[in-house]
């Protein structure tokens, strides 16, 4: 898994951290990407951190429960858990909604 | 309570591992390094194991579980990890700074890993499934990082709060406890106490191995804390409830009240500092370890023989623990300068350590901790507490009786001298103490006011002095520039008189005896004058003996000579006459 990165400077910036490729890591990425690309597609980029691979980072956000998706930008930082598989409520976690209905 | 187990945490080099200690069942132990607990668990916490702390808060928990870490990492060489979930890192260094922990060093040194987990409800959504491998990483990561052998989970209880599934946290927690486990970690838990149970999440349903319970209570106003084993299995532990300090040296727990009486008893006596009370100690004073106590209303002079004792002890190069209860050091010097005492200079020697504290500044266990602690640092040959009295006016007669019988245990088994005064209430039988400690005492003097004749006289009396020979006499004593004076006994047909009873009954007994030495020293005169007198007379009856016998001699020499002449004369005339009859007339002379 790689970080998907769709523009240098992109106006939505989420990480997402995971621990291993585990089913619900890759299921949580499935559905990021999926989520993106429907609302915010061309806008966005995705940083991927293993923190099997990268251990101490994850004191830096606070990471606590996997897998993480944490919206650096735009501001204020939002952090969401589980595997992103409630569409609806990653729409409220990420403030999503109201760009979704614009986009709509 | 096993005399085996040693104090540990104290000056151990740090790369030294202490030897593993093993229960009964060959659990290993690992030393807490907090003092005093180590004692009540037999050894320490269980190794490889977590141990649930719990309780209200501000009950210690957080300092707990950080002191094990630190004496883990400083005393035994375990490094450890300590996972905040409530304070910051830096809030976490400035708490304990207080209480000599240097976090922030040991941070640097690699021997302590903090790590501040925070979570914020508000800024999570959950949006499907999810773990909490993060915090496993995390922990995982700290471990390597510092070789840790122990860790530190505060609170993680407040997971509940973050989290919104409590399902999956108490999965990810019955995990957490295995993962600890498989690593050989010794770990603290901490936990809040609940409504009914341990715990307010029940963490106790995870942690079994070992719960250790802290209580903060405060009676009529003054605060205890107190620490109790709750369980431990696999081993044997003290289960009574111990009250326990933090002050600037971190936790101390009082592991009191020794099962046996096993106290070694010396025979070396001590002088009280008072000559004539020694004397009435069998010559000696007490034994070096009793335990004296005494008792006596308002105003006997019961500091005075607690001064007394202390200032003889620093005289003799020994150190003195007093504690006042009721005067400031400043008075109480000053007091004693008065009756001749000088314990000024004791205190600018060091060798007597004047602690004036009012006894409901905390509760008598805290009284208790904080006495063994300063015998522990000060190692005094006497201890003095002043009065006694006042430690139940913070606590029950139980509490104190209880901490007293602690703290004779303590200076007992240190053979540590101690002397306790009390004061005795006119309400009071005077045989009795407040505190109802006589029996734990070795040696008990009286000190009492004897009313009579319009005065006060003061009285003292030993009750009983346990293994030494001693005086049955009351015995009257002044205070005065020179100190505490014991006087002579005046025993007089009606019992033992004192003051100017004693004074009155002494003169009219000197008048009498001058009485008496003038009789007979007149009777000696008149013996002298008649032996005189008759003498004198046998001397003129001598003399007129003399001349009566004179007398006679001469009138018997006369009667001869007359005879002589007349028979001359015959002779004469009859030579004249010539006659032949001269012969008769001689005759006739003669006749």
């Known amino acids: 898994m790689r970080a998907a990165r769709k523009r240098a400077a992109a106006e939505w910036e989420l990480r997402l951290y995971i621990a291993g490729e585990t089913p619900k890591s890759l299921a949580a990425f499935a559905n990021l990407k999926k989520i993106c690309e429907e609302n915010l597609q061309g806008r966005y ?12 980072l994850a004191r830096g956000d606070q990471i606590l429960a996997i897998p993480t998706l944490v919206r650096k930008l735009p501001t204020p930082v939002k952090k969401i858990i589980g595997d992103l598989s409630n569409e609806e409520r990653v729409l409220v976690g990420l403030d999503l909604r109201a760009v979704a209905r614009r986009a709509s | 309570m096993s005399a085996r187990v040693k104090r540990n945490g104290r000056g151990n080099r740090s790369a030294r591992v202490v030897p593993l200690r093993r229960g009964p069942e060959g659990l290993q132990k690992a030393p807490s390094g907090i003092q005093g607990l180590d004692e009540i668990t037999d050894g320490g916490l269980p190794r490889g194991r977590p141990t649930l702390v719990c309780g209200g808060p501000g009950c210690g928990k957080t300092l707990f579980a950080l002191e094990f870490l630190v004496r883990g990492a400083t005393a035994h060489g375990e490094p450890g990890v300590f996972v905040s979930f409530e304070e910051s890192e830096p809030e976490i260094a400035t708490n304990v700074a207080s209480l000599g922990f240097d976090v922030r060093r040991l941070q640097a040194e690699k021997k302590l890993s903090v790590d501040w987990v925070r979570v914020e409800r508000s800024e999570i959504e959950d949006t499907g499934e999810y773990d909490l491998e993060g915090l496993f990483v995390r922990l995982d990561h700290a471990v390597k990082s510092v070789g840790a052998k122990r860790v530190a989970l505060d609170t993680i209880e407040s997971l509940f709060s973050a989290l919104p599934n409590p399902l999956v946290l108490r999965s990810e927690l019955r995990r957490l406890f295995r993962w600890l486990k498989d690593r050989g970690l010794t770990a603290v838990i901490t936990g809040e106490r609940g409504e009914e149970t341990l715990t307010r999440q029940g963490l106790e349903e995870y942690v079994s191995d070992c719960v250790i319970f802290l209580d903060h209570r405060v009676t009529e106003q003054v605060s205890t ?3 109790r084993v709750v369980k431990y299995r696999g081993s044997t532990h003290g289960t009574n409830e111990y009250p326990f300090l933090i002050d600037e040296e971190g936790i101390s727990v009082l592991p009191i009240t020794s099962i046996g009486l096993d106290h070694r008893a010396s025979r070396e006596r001590i002088t009280t500092g008072i000559e004539r009370l020694d004397e009435m100690l069998g010559g000696k004073g007490y034994y070096r370890g009793s335990t004296v106590l005494v008792s006596g209303t308002a105003g006997t002079g019961k500091t005075s023989v ?5 200032r003889s002890t620093c005289e003799n190069g020994e150190r003195c623990l007093y504690y006042a209860f009721e005067e400031s050091a400043a008075q109480l ?3 004693m300068r008065s009756i001749g005492v000088d314990l000024e200079r004791q205190l600018k020697r060091g060798t007597l350590r004047l602690v004036a504290v009012r006894p409901n500044s905390q509760g008598v266990e805290m009284h208790l901790l904080s006495i063994h602690k300063a015998v522990k640092a000060f190692d005094p040959s006497i201890v003095i507490l002043d009065p006694i009295t006042n430690l139940t006016a913070n606590g029950t007669t139980l509490d104190a009786r209880l901490m007293l019988t602690r703290l004779i245990d303590l200076l007992k088994s ?3 001298t101690a002397l ?8 009071t039988d005077l045989e009795e103490t407040d505190v109802a400690v006589s029996s734990l005492i070795d040696t008990w003097l009286l000190l009492e006011i004897v009313r009579s004749g319009g005065e006060r ?6 009750i009983k002095s346990r293994g030494m020979e001693h005086s049955n006499q009351s015995a009257e004593y002044r205070l005065s520039r020179r100190g505490l004076e014991i006087l002579d006994t005046y025993l007089g047909p009606s019992g033992v008189l004192t003051g100017s009873a004693r004074l009155a009954r002494e003169a009219e007994d000197r008048a009498g005896a001058l009485l008496r030495e003038e009789n007979a020293a007149r009777q000696r005169a008149l013996r002298e004058t008649r032996r005189k007198a008759f003498e004198r007379r046998l001397e003129t009856l001598r003399a007129e003996f003399e001349v009566e016998d004179a007398e006679i001699e001469r009138a018997i020499r006369e009667d001869a000579e007359r005879g002589e002449v007349v028979a001359s004369d015959r002779l004469r005339m009859a030579k004249s006459r010539q006659a032949f009859s001269g012969r008769d007339a001689r005759k006739d002379g003669i006749r």
């Not at chain 2, 607690?306 to 202390?310: G, I, M, Q, T, W």
């Open chain 2, 306 to 310: 607690a001064a007394s004792l202390a």
């Open chain 1, 45 to 56: 980029r995705i940083e991927v951190i293993d923190l099997l691979k990268n251990p101490q």
């Open chain 2, 333 to 335: 010097t000053r007091n």
């Open chain 2, 414 to 416: 240190r053979g540590v």
């Open chain 2, 420 to 427: 306790f005064t009390s004061l005795t209430t006119g309400t």
């Open chain 2, 457 to 462: 006289n003061r009285a003292l009396t030993i």
């Open chain 2, 225 to 227: 804390r107190r620490l």
